[in-house]
């Protein structure tokens, strides 16, 4: 692997991914591999977090998405699940300095009702603390499915529909866009997973219409700056035509 200064003089700072999201996968292979228990793999997937918020926001991204809890993660043992949210909890106490001084906007997607009370409390001051931030605006995807936030999508239109406050014949587009967890975010250019998988898992079906996907082998908390800056020079090699021609 090159290092560090190498990667970023072949990154083009005015051809950045607008919107980068990220599918943070193998923490448990992870601990596994070393013989511990799933729950020392995500407190290391934390510190990959942290040091990737941090490279984005250096370099000039000026969106990250990351999917930190699927609806789908409901369903795991309950003392992972606990484990998830407490760290999560502790997460949020320990790096809104790290958000602050690094001029981070926190936002967060997802059905949050379904949250245990005291995340969505933490979770709700540190948005509130940081929202006059600019340089960059981090968005957790928790307990997030994106066909659930279809359905919400489609539910919330029929209704305005039925109540004549929209007409059927004005959807479009960018009636549905209005009407989504990311309706002030831009669509993802840069879908990241780690852990060598290569499927979407739910996560923002209709945001990714026209984004990149990069996949690596790497497990997310060995997830590194330098594998960051090669995903997004990756990205910096494409031709992307939306459906046109060259």
Same mark, same amino acid.
């Given at each position: 692997?090159?290092?560090?200064?190498?990667?970023?003089?072949?990154?083009?700072?005015?051809?950045?991914?607008?919107?980068?999201?990220? $599918?943070?996968?193998?923490?448990?292979?992870?601990?596994?591999?070393?013989?511990?228990?799933?729950?020392?793999?995500?407190?290391?997937?934390?510190?990959? *977090?942290?040091?990737? *918020?941090?490279?984005?926001?250096?370099?000039?991204?000026?969106?990250?998405?990351?999917?930190?809890?699927?609806?789908?993660?409901?369903?795991?043992?309950?003392?992972?699940?606990?484990?998830?949210?407490?760290?999560?909890?502790?997460?949020?106490?320990?790096?809104?300095?790290?958000?602050?001084?690094?001029?981070?906007?926190?936002?967060?997607?997802?059905?949050?009702?379904?949250?245990?009370?005291?995340?969505?409390? @933490?979770?709700?001051?540190? $948005?509130?603390?940081?929202?006059?931030?600019?340089?960059?605006?981090?968005?957790?995807?928790?307990?997030?499915?994106?066909?659930?936030? !279809?359905?919400?999508?489609?539910?919330?239109?029929?209704?305005?529909?039925?109540?004549?406050? $929209?007409?059927?014949?004005?959807?479009?587009?960018?009636?549905?866009?209005?009407?989504?967890?990311?309706?002030?975010?831009?669509?993802?250019?840069?879908?990241?997973?780690?852990?060598?998988?290569? %499927? $979407? =898992?739910?996560?923002?079906?209709?945001?990714?219409?026209?984004?990149?996907?990069?996949?690596? @082998?790497? !497990?997310?908390?060995?997830?590194?700056?330098?594998? !960051?800056?090669?995903?997004?020079? =990756?990205?910096?090699? %494409? @031709?992307?035509?939306?459906?046109?021609?060259?």
């Amino acid at each position: 692997m090159q290092n560090k200064m190498e990667l970023l003089d072949q990154i083009n700072k005015e051809h950045l991914p607008q919107h980068l999201a990220i $599918i943070m996968d193998g923490n448990g292979r992870w601990a596994k591999r070393k013989g511990m228990l799933r729950a020392f793999g995500h407190e290391n997937g934390a510190k990959s *977090v942290r040091v990737t *918020v941090e490279s984005c926001a250096k370099l000039g991204v000026k969106n990250l998405t990351l999917y930190a809890f699927s609806t789908e993660n409901w369903n795991r043992p309950k003392v992972e699940v606990d484990t998830l949210m407490k760290l999560l909890v502790s997460s949020l106490k320990k790096e809104i300095k790290t958000l602050q001084s690094n001029n981070i906007r926190l936002n967060a997607i997802g059905n949050l009702t379904n949250l245990p009370s005291g995340v969505q409390k @933490e979770l709700q001051e540190v $948005i509130e603390k940081t929202s006059e931030n600019t340089r960059m605006t981090l968005t957790l995807a928790l307990s997030y499915g994106s066909r659930e936030e !279809l359905i919400q999508v489609v539910k919330k239109i029929a209704h305005k529909v039925k109540n004549n406050i $929209i007409s059927e014949e004005a959807i479009d587009e960018s009636i549905i866009n209005q009407h989504l967890y990311t309706h002030n975010l831009p669509d993802v250019d840069l879908v990241i997973r780690t852990s060598g998988e290569h %499927r $979407i =898992s739910n996560f923002l079906l209709w945001q990714i219409a026209y984004a990149e996907f990069y996949f690596t @082998e790497v !497990l997310w908390p060995d997830f590194s700056e330098n594998h !960051l800056y090669e995903a997004i020079i =990756s990205y910096q090699k %494409r @031709e992307r035509r939306f459906g046109k021609t060259s």
